[in-house]
């Protein structure tokens, strides 16, 4: 018997952003997402009001189920108060946005 490497192609995978956990949240929590294809991704949290709080990823990602942790602190690595924040996933020309609660 002999055997010969295949090539899978699943089709059907599409960009995913998952739930956040905990949430809400004291004082990290985790934020998961599925890239079905290799890429420029911009993974960020950003304020109610849209005002951006910290860039998490913005590059190039491998294809696959990836994860970040946010530790609820802005860009200069202060911490932020509690409220609600949106994490924003871009990847081509697709756009996904998930709500994040810290409770302090």
């Known amino acids: ?30 934020i998961s997402f599925v890239n079905p294809t290799s890429g420029q991704v911009n993974l960020a949290v ?3 009001d849209g005002k951006l709080v910290r860039t998490l990823v913005d590059g190039s ?21 509690s409220g609600v924040y949106f ?5 081509g020309n697709r756009t996904l946005t998930q709500k994040l609660t810290l409770v302090k």
């Open 61 to 81: 990602v491998s294809e696959g189920f990836k994860t970040f942790e946010w530790d609820g602190k802005d860009e200069h690595g202060s911490p932020v108060s």
């Open 46 to 48: 950003y304020t109610a």
């Open 1 to 30: 018997i002999l055997s010969h490497p295949q090539t899978v192609t699943i089709s059907g995978i599409e960009l995913s952003l998952n739930p956040n956990y905990p949430n809400p949240f004291n004082p990290n929590t985790t």
């Open 87 to 91: 994490c924003r996933l871009t990847s």
